[in-house]
Every structure is written in structure tokens, then in C-alpha cells.
């Protein structure tokens, strides 16, 4: 009997997207993952508008087989006084979905940023471009720029030391730019302001680590039922990085968090999406040990590569090259797709912008070229290990 092969897809933003259907069908990938980017959080997405979207992506020989994000609207997060009407909007979109037939619904639960970067253009040896992350531009930019308070008891003696180092260097243009690489991580359709940070960082100073997992493990229990009649699956990816930053606190990170969520809300639909880079970020996570936790809920996942530093700072590597072993990974990741009635959904997390690449315009880390070299990479270990 032939063994199954994972489901090849790539993210795509939509018609806008200097990536196009036909370039996605060229890499290979045979399905999308994409999201109404251009509906306000919190609103509910209508059924003409996903099957337009549904439409576009069937035309091209593709199929819509991921949704990410639905975003989560803060006020489900922090649960305030208007939660309610957010959660009811959730469950009309999840059940739009399902009607068009999109049952696999990626999400965050990430306070305020979707993500956090302080390099989106990091210079690699061989002239490629990888997001990177780095502690001391990050508490700078706390201590300095935001002037959170008491924001340096969260950096240690070295971290400090490199700041007060890049302070007596740096232009107002490259903190201005540092700045704007840091604020790309908050999902919004306005102009965040400084302050508009600072008051949401006061929130959740407030809220606390476990006011958050409550309040994740709510917002499921609230779902459920649509999530059950339905037959819609939900998969939170995991905090990027798996760390606490800027006073925000953080319940996706790591194995404890894991089995908190799993057990929490211990039904079918409440699934994972399983992001090797974003959890292998910390050195301190064994990805292996968490897969085997969660395996059986890993409806979705994003396979990217991390070279992390001694002090922490990391950037995004090729797929098949950092500190995680992706043969591994892949190894489980195929075992546990035999087990299933349909192939696991798995796309090329990111990618260096390289190339022809190197002279346009594009969303950080979703360039063509290396997106098709990191599947292309993909592929062959899947086949590789399928063969042996």
C-alpha cells in the first residue's frame, strides 16, 4: 500500500499578494492557506466574500484548505465588557466557513503583536535576507523608545551593556526604522501609536499570565458547540517568540502550556497548529517531546528553521539547516500522517528573500523563491523518509 504524503500548501494574501496562484501551482504546493486580511477584527466574514476567495483559488486548480487567521479581537482576550458580541461574531464566521466548506481555522491568542521582529532584512552570508530577532534592539527599544516602566528588570546585565553600546551609535533613522520593524507585528488596519502600546501593555499587566490561559481556555469553551456542529478545527499557533516580552505575558509557548490547553478544553476541535521555528526559537523546548503530546490535535503545520546565538538572538534559517532537526520532525510529522484519513496540511514557514526577490516588494518572509526552496527542501526529506 502507498503511503500518504502530507499536504503541500503556501500562504497567499489574496489577490494583492505580489506572490500569485500561478507562481503558488508552479512551486507545487496544491493548496492555500490564506485570510480576508482586509475585514476589521471582530467583524464576521460573509459568505459572498469567502466564496469569492474560495472562487479565485479553485479557478487556479487550487484548494483553500487553511484559513489563516481568523484573528482573535482583544476584547476576546482580555475579556472586556463587550466580549460577548465578539465571541457571537467568532462563531457566525467559523459557521460562514463551514458552510463554504473550510473547516481548518489557524488563530493566535498572542496579547497585542502576532509576532515580533527587530530585523526584517538581516543579511546573511550569502547575500539572502532572514528576519531576525535580537534582545538588546528589543530592550532598547523598551527601555528607550516605548519607556516601559520598569522595563529593565526583564534584560540582564549583558543585554544592558549592548544597549548602552548601540545607544552612542545609532541614528534617529535607524531607530525610527527599529521602531517600525517592531510595531509590524500588531495586526491593525490604523497607525499604532506609542501610547496606543503602552495602554494595551497596562492591560495585560493587569491580566497576568493565568488571566490569559483562562481566558484562551474561555474563549474555547465558548466556541465549542459551533465547533462541534460544524466540523470546524481549530489550531492556535504558538507565541512567536515563545517568550515574554514587553511585559506581555505568554501561554503558547512551551510544553507546560501545551498540555494546559489540551486538557483544558479536552475535545477534538481544539487542535494545533505545530510551528517548528516559533517554538524552536527557545533551545529550551523539546519539539519533539511536544509533538508527541499533541500529535493526535496537529491539524496544521509550519515548518521553518532557527540559528540561535548564545545570548538568545536568533534568525530564520534555511529549512533544512538551525538548531532544528528537521529530519527528525519530519520523521514524526509523517508517521502521524499515516494515521489519518486525510494528509496533514503542512506549508514552508517563511523564507530568505533572495534572488529576483532581492529587487521587489514583499510581505517579510513570504518572498517567492525561498518559500520554493524551503518547499522544494521539504518535499525531498518527506519523500526521503517515506522511501526508506
Known amino acids: ?15 494583492n499578494d505580489s ?17 480576508l486580511h482586509y475585514i476589521a477584527h471582530g467583524e464576521i466574514w460573509p459568505v459572498e466574500d469567502i466564496l469569492e476567495r474560495k472562487n479565485i483559488i479553485e479557478s487556479a486548480g487550487l484548494t483553500w484548505s487553511v484559513v489563516e487567521s481568523v484573528p482573535v479581537h482583544e476584547a476576546i482576550k482580555t475579556k472586556s465588557a463587550d ?3 465578539y465571541i457571537e461574531n467568532y ?35 550569502d547575500g539572502s535576507k532572514a528576519l531576525y530577532f535580537n534582545w538588546s534592539d528589543l530592550a532598547l527599544f523598551d527601555i528607550h523608545i516605548l519607556k516601559r516602566e520598569g522595563a529593565e528588570k526583564d534584560y540582564n546585565a ?21 521602531t517600525q520593524n517592531i510595531l509590524m507585528g500588531i495586526p491593525t488596519e490604523k497607525e499604532i501609536l506609542l501610547e496606543d502600546l503602552t495602554a494595551s ?12 490561559k483562562d481566558n484562551l481556555l474561555w474563549f474555547l469553551s465558548e466556541i465549542a458547540d459551533t465547533c462541534q456542529e460544524t466540523g470546524v478545527k481549530m489550531t492556535i499557533h504558538p507565541d512567536d517568540p515563545p517568550f515574554p516580552i514587553l511585559g506581555l505575558p505568554r501561554v503558547v509557548s512551551n510544553y507546560d502550556n501545551y498540555k494546559a490547553i489540551l486538557e483544558g478544553v479536552n475535545q477534538p476541535f481544539n487542535g494545533f497548529c505545530f510551528c517548528t521555528g516559533s517554538l524552536g526559537a527557545n533551545p529550551n523546548n523539546d519539539l519533539l517531546s511536544i509533538f508527541d503530546l499533541i500529535k493526535d490535535r496537529v491539524y496544521f503545520t509550519h515548518l521553518r528553521n532557527v540559528q540561535i546565538d548564545e545570548l538568545g538572538n536568533f534568525y530564520e534559517a534555511d529549512h533544512l539547516e538551525g538548531n ?5 520532525i ?54 526521503g523518509i517515506l522511501g526508506s
Request: hydrophobic share 35%; glycine share 8%.
Open 158 to 178: 549583558e543585554i544592558l551593556a549592548q544597549v548602552e553600546e548601540k545607544l552612542t551609535s545609532l541614528t534617529d533613522a535607524d531607530l525610527k526604522l527599529l
Open 201 to 212: 501593555i497596562n492591560i495585560y499587566k493587569n491580566i497576568g499570565t493565568e488571566g490569559l
Open 1 to 15: 500500500m502507498s503511503k500518504q504524503k502530507l499536504e503541500q500548501t503556501w500562504r497567499w494574501y489574496g489577490p
Open 19 to 35: 506572490v500569485s496562484l500561478s507562481d503558488v501551482k508552479q512551486a507545487g504546493a496544491t493548496g492555500i492557506v490564506s485570510a
Open 83 to 85: 466580549a460577548g458580541k
Open 330 to 383: 519530519m520523521k514524526s510529522i509523517v508517521a502521524e500522517n499515516q494515521k489519518r484519513d486525510t494528509a496533514i496540511p503542512f506549508r514552508p514557514d517563511h523564507g530568505h528573500q533572495m534572488l529576483d526577490d532581492l529587487n521587489k516588494v514583499t510581505n517579510p518572509g513570504y518572498s517567492a523563491i525561498g518559500r520554493l526552496r524551503g518547499l522544494a527542501e521539504l518535499r525531498g526529506l518527506e519523500l
Open 324 to 328: 532544528v532537526d528537521m529530519y527528525k
Open 91 to 125: 462563531k457566525q464566521t467559523l459557521r460562514n466557513l463551514a458552510s463554504c466548506g473550510i473547516k481548518t481555522v489557524c488563530y493566535n491568542f498572542m496579547p497585542v503583536l502576532d509576532w515580533t521582529r527587530t530585523d526584517l532584512e538581516y543579511e546573511m552570508k
